[in-house]
């Protein structure tokens, strides 16, 4: 089983910059996983944010935060970042953090394996 735990979400204001981490944990965790993000916002349906592959070497992001979202690991650490930045009140949503067991990333939410509990973000305008 793996568990994925992200760190604490924030207030801030438009324009303003956040970053998540995720640590992943678990005695299964040493095989290989791509990890993603996504949010959900009040009455809407959880959505892709980003999603990055084993080796880091592609990731790819809903149209919604390119150029303004990085996803990044470090896989010594067990640990995927979301570097959010020009933030709009729209991005405010519980985001969560997923991993799947295999080395491509996916902007499915099915087809991940194991969830975070979930962080709020929101964003003043």
């Known amino acids: 089983q793996v568990q994925l735990v992200e760190s604490e979400g924030e207030l801030v204001q438009a324009g303003g910059s956040l970053r998540l981490s995720c640590v992943a944990s678990?005695?299964?965790?040493?095989?290989?996983?791509?990890m993603g993000w996504f949010r959900q916002a009040p009455g809407k349906e959880r959505e892709f944010v980003a999603a990055?592959?084993?080796?880091?070497?592609?990731?790819y992001y809903a149209d919604s935060v390119k150029g303004r979202f990085t996803i990044s690991r470090d896989n010594a650490k067990n640990t995927v970042y979301l570097q959010m930045n020009s933030l709009k009140p729209e991005d405010t949503a519980v985001y969560y953090c997923?991993?799947?067991?295999?080395?491509?990333?996916?902007?499915?939410?099915?087809?991940?394996?194991?969830w975070g509990q979930g962080t709020q973000v929101t964003v003043s305008s």
């Open positions: 990055i592959g084993w080796l880091s070497s592609s990731a």
């Open positions: 997923a991993a799947r067991r295999a080395l491509s990333s996916s902007s499915y939410l099915k087809e991940y394996d194991y």
């Open positions: 678990g005695r299964t965790f040493s095989s290989y996983y791509a």
